[in-house]
C-alpha cells in the first residue's frame, strides 16, 4: 500500500493536550499552529474545560472529548445534555455500559443537539483501554476471549447500537474494519515514532503509517509530541514517519 500523503496526515492527527493547566494547554497550541484537531481529556476537563473548549472552538480547533462516559443509561444521559452545549466533534463512551447506555448517549447528544441547531458530536465507543495487554485482560478482568475477540465485540455492539465509531488500538483496527465497513470511524491512540524507543503504559502502539494503512481514520497522539523538546518538530515528523 503507497505512503499516505503529509498533508493528509496532518488533517487526521489529534494532539492530546493531556496537561494540568489552561495556561499549559494553549503554550501547546500555540507552539503547533498547524495542528487542527486538539483532545481534551478528563485532567484537562476538571480544571478547565469550561474555558478551554470555548476557547479553542474560538480559534477554530476541531475539539475530541475524551471523558470516557461510564454510568447508567439515565445519568449518561444526563450528561451528554449538557456535553452537546460545548459543540465538540468527538466524544467517547465506555461500551461496557452496554446497549442501552450506548443508545442513551447517543439519543441525548442528536436531541440536545438539534435543540441548539448544530451538528451533533460524533460518539465512539472505548473497546478496551490501550493500557490492558492480553495477560491482564484474561486473569485482571476474567474476560475469557483472546484480547483481539473482545475488542471485536466491543466495536461490533457500539456500532449495533447506532454509535458512529470507536477507539481501538492500531493493531486490532484492520480486524474492526473488515468487520464493521468503511463508513464506521477508528479512532486510534498507542501511536509512536519508529524512533521511539520506550511505549511508557500503552501496551499496543503502531507507527501512524502502519496505523493508517491498517485502517485508523484519525490518530491520538500525545506525549511523541508534547513531550518533546520541540513539539512542532516533532509533529513535523509525524507527517512522514
Known amino acids: 500500500m503507497s505512503k499516505i500523503i503529509p498533508q493528509m496526515i496532518a488533517e487526521k492527527i489529534i494532539i492530546a493536550l493531556d496537561v494540568p493547566t489552561i495556561e499549559a494547554a494553549f503554550r501547546l497550541v500555540d507552539q503547533i499552529p498547524q495542528a487542527s484537531f486538539w483532545k481534551v481529556g478528563l485532567e484537562l476537563f476538571l480544571k478547565a474545560g469550561h474555558e478551554v473548549l470555548p476557547e479553542l472552538k474560538k480559534q477554530q480547533k476541531r475539539i475530541f472529548l475524551d471523558l470516557k462516559l461510564h454510568d447508567i443509561p439515565n445519568t449518561i444521559a444526563a450528561a451528554c445534555r449538557i456535553l452537546a452545549d460545548y459543540g465538540v466533534d468527538l466524544l467517547t463512551i465506555h461500551t461496557t455500559v452496554g446497549r442501552s447506555g450506548l443508545k442513551a448517549a447517543q439519543t441525548a447528544l442528536k436531541e440536545s443537539s438539534q435543540r441548539l441547531g448544530i451538528a451533533p458530536a460524533k460518539l465512539l465507543g472505548v473497546t478496551l483501554l490501550t493500557s490492558f495487554s492480553p495477560r491482564e485482560l484474561a486473569f485482571d478482568l476474567k474476560i475469557p476471549l483472546e484480547l483481539p475477540d473482545y475488542i471485536l465485540q466491543m466495536a461490533l455492539l457500539a456500532q449495533k447500537s447506532s454509535l458512529d465509531g470507536v477507539i481501538c488500538s ?5 480486524l474492526i474494519r473488515q468487520a464493521c465497513g468503511e463508513d464506521f470511524l477508528l479512532v486510534c491512540p498507542g501511536i509512536r515514532l519508529p524512533s521511539q524507543k520506550g511505549k511508557d503504559d500503552q501496551q499496543r502502539t503502531m507507527t501512524p503509517q502502519a496505523a493508517f494503512q491498517a485502517g485508523a481514520n484519525y490518530l491520538v497522539i500525545g506525549r511523541p509530541i508534547t ?13 512522514t514517519a
Open 227 to 239: 513531550q518533546a523538546p520541540d513539539p512542532a518538530q516533532a509533529f513535523q515528523e509525524l507527517l
Open 170 to 174: 492500531p493493531q486490532e483496527a484492520a
